[in-house]
């Protein structure tokens, strides 16, 4: 079983940052890309940022320039630093990865996910 808890959402204004956390814990033997999506109610799930083991990372449109995914191999933990945030980025926000355990081959596990609301 592999858990992904993310932690970092609340309320900030527009102009604001957050810095929102992803831990991927369990019986993990590795992790290939991990990734930031977000929705709002009656729109579908899109993606924000990803990042590979390698470190090479991905952007929407919308975000990049504001955004920034990092991440520690070590702790099996994504990060997004949210900079400029606009209420337009007011979603709940889920974080993804690739794991392969001890016991299963390579599956998408996503976080329950953390809301960040931006007030204008």
């Known amino acids: 079983q592999v858990q992904l808890v993310e932690s970092g959402g609340g309320l900030v204004q527009t102009g604001g940052s957050l810095t929102l956390s992803c831990a991927a814990s369990g019986s993990i033997f590795s992790i290939n890309v991990m990734g930031w999506y977000r929705q709002t109610p009656g729109k579908q799930r899109e993606l924000v940022a990803k990042?590979?083991?390698?470190?090479?990372?991905n952007y929407a449109g919308s975000v990049k320039g504001r955004f920034t995914i990092s991440r520690d191999n070590v702790k099996n933990t994504v990060y997004l630093q949210m900079n400029s945030l606009k209420p337009e980025d007011t979603a709940v926000y889920y974080c993804?990865?690739?794991?392969?355990?001890?016991?299963?081959?390579?599956?998408?596990?996503w976080g329950k996910g953390t809301l960040v609301t931006v007030s204008s």
């Open positions: 990042i590979t083991g390698e470190g090479r990372a």
């Open positions: 993804n990865a690739y794991v392969s355990t001890t016991e299963r081959a390579g599956s998408i596990y």
